[in-house]
């Protein structure tokens, strides 16, 4: 069942496609969210006021955007609830670990070796860039996708991966020259 299929069905009020929907995009929400605030209890807490809201508010879905889109831009929206009633917003990114299949110790040094230094990159963009990023090539959204996410425009968008993408570049070349 692809994704407006579930969301008709959780219109409808059918709990077994909210759980399939919770369970398809649980992960990629609470990645957003940790990325943007550190803190997996306000991240926890995102996810399910945004899952709560999709519960809601499914028969509102106009097919206007994707279902990730909007899902995004909810779980957004409640995060930035949840952090003004903080008093604070803060962008932290944690680049999720993934199972190394590396087929020998060497090269799994290797990939470990890069990875910590793709972090390490990661972490010196700006908040805006990270965000773009993750949202771009982690959650594969388009640029129309993350702008409306985001809430500015599309060239913004555009700017801030190109910058991001270029500071990626450098800071992993000189991490090779050292």
Not at 2 to 29: C, E, P, Q, T, W
Not at 87 to 103: F, I
Not at 157 to 167: D, G, P, S, W
């Amino acid at each position: 069942m692809d994704d407006i299929d579930l969301v008709k069905a959780v219109a409808s009020g059918d709990k077994r496609a909210m759980h399939a929907f919770y369970m398809r995009h649980n992960d990629a929400v609470y990645a957003f969210a940790f990325s943007r605030c550190g803190n997996t209890d306000l991240a926890s807490d995102c996810v399910h006021d945004a899952m709560l809201d999709v519960w809601r508010s499914a028969s509102s879905f106009a097919g206007k955007s994707s279902v990730k889109t909007w899902l995004f831009s909810i779980a957004r929206n409640k995060l930035i609830d949840a952090l003004r009633k903080r008093g604070k917003m803060s962008y932290v990114d944690e680049v999720p670990e993934l199972e190394d299949t590396a087929p020998n110790p060497e090269a799994a040094a290797i990939a470990a070796a890069e990875r910590e230094r793709l972090h390490h990159c990661i972490e010196g963009l700006s908040g805006p860039q990270r965000s773009a990023i993750r949202l771009a090539f982690l959650e594969d959204l388009s640029y129309p996708e993350i702008a409306e996410v985001e809430v500015v425009p599309i060239g913004t968008i555009k700017t801030r991966v190109f910058h991001a993408k270029q500071a990626l570049m450098r800071c992993l070349e000189a991490g090779l020259r050292r």
